[in-house]
T-cell receptor, first 118, second 111 residues
């Protein structure tokens, strides 16, 4: 069964260091999402890609976070510099949504990357 | 503001019982609603997706219902098993294309 892949699964870093997370969506899925989930809360959308283009990054802290999906397939989320408050689970999801403006397509999530900032 | 609420935050029931998890949302103009399961420290597993035109969806021992007019959805689990212990998250597609999540109900099935 096709799955969303993420790596690493766990990351421990010190404050002010740079970290990067990788996501490979289900093959053929045009839409990719990055979410952040703080312990005890639901996931919150950070950025949404349609192919290689950013559709929504309104909740992405752009002073320290960046995301790219250069070839419209896999994606990287980077944090530089990391802060204590960035400790969370970072989840990647994909869907077969084919164009912005449509909605309601089922999202499939990867296993997540648990980030701990010391 | 569009919000999704799940009450209670935690629920414990004996094995074998049928149970209902609740989800409420503030805006009846939704596209669909998705129920997820999350095991501790893991990602989300999609359980059921209900389109706005549907009233319910079933998968095995799970049945999800949707009542847009009252802003409510329920997830019914029949004949609960210890393996059903997890956090269950409800998420709603409102008109802004974003999937808005509730904070989840942590379910414990007591053997």
């Amino acid at each position: 069964e096709a799955e969303v892949a993420q790596s690493p699964r766990y990351k421990i870093t010190e404050k002010s260091q740079a970290v990067a997370f990788w996501c490979d969506p289900i093959s053929g899925h045009a839409t990719l999402y990055w979410y952040r989930q703080i312990l005890g809360q639901g996931p919150e959308l950070l950025v949404q890609f349609q192919d290689e283009s950013v559709v929504d990054d309104s909740q992405l802290p752009k002073d320290r976070f960046s995301a790219e999906r250069l070839k419209g397939v896999d994606s990287t989320l980077k944090i530089q510099p990391a802060e204590l408050g960035d400790s969370a689970m970072y989840l990647c999801a994909s869907s077969s949504l084919t164009a912005p403006g449509l909605a309601g397509y089922e999202q499939f999530f990867g296993p997540g990357t648990r980030l701990t900032v010391l | 503001k569009q919000e999704v609420t799940q009450i209670p935050a935690a629920l414990s029931v004996p094995e074998g019982e049928n149970l209902v998890l609740n989800c409420s949302f503030t805006d009846s103009a939704i596209y669909n609603l998705q129920w997820f399961r999350q095991d501790p420290g893991k990602g989300l597993t999609s359980l059921l997706l209900i389109q706005s035109s549907q009233r319910e969806q079933t998968s095995g021992r799970l049945n999800a219902s949707l009542d847009k007019s009252s802003g409510r959805s329920t997830l019914y689990i029949a004949a609960s098993q210890p393996g059903d212990s997890a956090t269950y998250l409800c998420a709603v597609y409102f008109g802004n294309e974003k999937l808005t999540f509730g904070t989840g109900t942590r379910l414990t099935i007591i053997p």
